[in-house]
């Protein structure tokens, strides 16, 4: 059984940044893809970024590209994101999940963590 806890959200104002972490207790976290989501209030949820916990791929989305960076700390267990130049457009709830590598879906997810950048 997997299990996430997200932190570091918090109210920013455009051009801030904020570093998100995603605790991650899982019995084999080599097998994992973990990745970063996001759902803005009305909208749908939507990738932000993920990362292969073995090699350390990364994947990100137009939106947050060259702005937002993924890592994982194999040594503490952690997933963090860290969001530069935030802009209105970011708010959100964001989630941290993991699914085994090769798998369709995202089979445990975090509760989440609200991001709030103000104008």
């Known amino acids: 059984q997997v299990q996430l806890t997200e932190s570091g959200g918090g109210l920013v104002q455009a051009g801030g940044s904020l570093r998100l972490s995603c605790a991650v207790n899982?019995?084999?976290?080599?097998?994992?893809?973990m990745g970063w989501f996001r759902q803005a209030t009305g909208m749908e949820r939507e990738t932000v970024a993920a990362?292969?916990?073995?090699?350390?791929?990364?994947y990100y989305a137009d939106s947050v590209k060259g702005r937002f960076t993924i890592a994982r700390d194999s040594a503490r267990n952690t997933m963090s994101l860290q969001m530069n130049s935030l802009k209105p457009d970011d708010t959100a709830v964001y989630y941290c999940a993991t699914k085994r590598r090769g798998d369709a879906s995202w089979g445990s997810w975090g509760r989440g963590t609200q991001v709030t950048v103000s104008s």
């Open positions: 990362v292969t916990w073995s090699e350390g791929r990364t």
């Open positions: 899982a019995p084999t976290l080599s097998l994992l893809v």
